[in-house]
């Protein structure tokens, strides 16, 4: 069973409020990953990180920010949410081994109403 | 840049019955290739992977896939499906440098009949 862990798996919430997603992990990866997951179910790299103090934007384009201050820890943050935020977020992380896989939390599903 | 191609949306099998996922890719340089399963509410749940070697490996649940490079494709497969393998998986594809990002194709979701 993968390490990482996503709170909250759910959240409903009003438009315009502020919420950070949790991202942790104890495998000690350098290596993070936020997906977005849209309703046809495709995945979207929407932000990466390669250790403490790196984030990069993905394929795709989010209006939410991340941060790591810590190697175990990518929350990633809407300042203003919107009904187009409505989706479900997956975050990964990798370890240094080049040919290990990426492991998933089980998932935020957010909607905001 | 690297892409993958699921042809399929859905697959539907009979119970007891083989069944294929088709999968291709285009990637620079050695693909490293991955299957993942997701059940409905929950995250990606690794399969299988193609790292080098021999082309067919095998993973959990009885799953397997085959690498073909000259076909560049990574077809998943199991020799007798069961009700409880319905789920959405997916093939990802990934550089063995950089970001190290998986992409992901659009997702086949399987479908098992009693």
């Known amino acids: 069973e993968a390490d990482i862990y996503q709170t909250p798996r759910y959240l409903v919430i009003g438009t315009g409020k502020k919420i950070t997603l949790e991202c942790s992990q104890t495998?000690?990866?350098?290596?993070m990953y936020w997906y977005q997951q849209d309703p046809g179910m495709e995945l979207h790299l929407i932000h990466y990180s390669y250790g403490v103090n790196s984030t990069e934007k993905g394929d795709l384009s989010s209006e939410s920010t991340v941060s790591r201050i810590r190697t175990e820890h990518f929350p990633l943050t809407l300042e203003s949410a919107r009904p187009s935020h409505t989706s479900q977020y997956l975050c990964a992380s990798i370890g240094l081994t080049v040919n290990t896989e990426a492991f998933f939390g089980q998932g935020t599903r957010l909607t905001v109403v | 840049a690297q892409s993958v191609a699921q042809p399929e949306d859905q697959v539907n099998v009979a119970e007891g019955n083989p069944l294929t996922v088709k999968c291709t890719y285009s990637?620079?340089?050695?693909?490293?290739l991955f299957w993942y399963v997701q059940y409905p509410n929950r995250g990606l749940q690794f399969l299988l992977k193609y790292i080098t070697g021999d082309n067919l490996v095998k993973g959990s649940y009885g799953f397997e896939a085959e690498f073909n490079k000259s076909q560049t494709s990574f077809h998943l497969k199991k020799p007798s499906a069961l009700v409880s393998d319905s789920a959405l998986y997916f093939c990802a594809v990934r550089a063995d440098t950089g970001r190290r990002a998986l992409t992901f194709g659009s997702g086949t979701r399987l479908q098992v009949q009693p």
């Open positions: 495998m000690g990866h350098d290596k």
């Open positions: 990637v620079s340089g050695n693909p490293y």
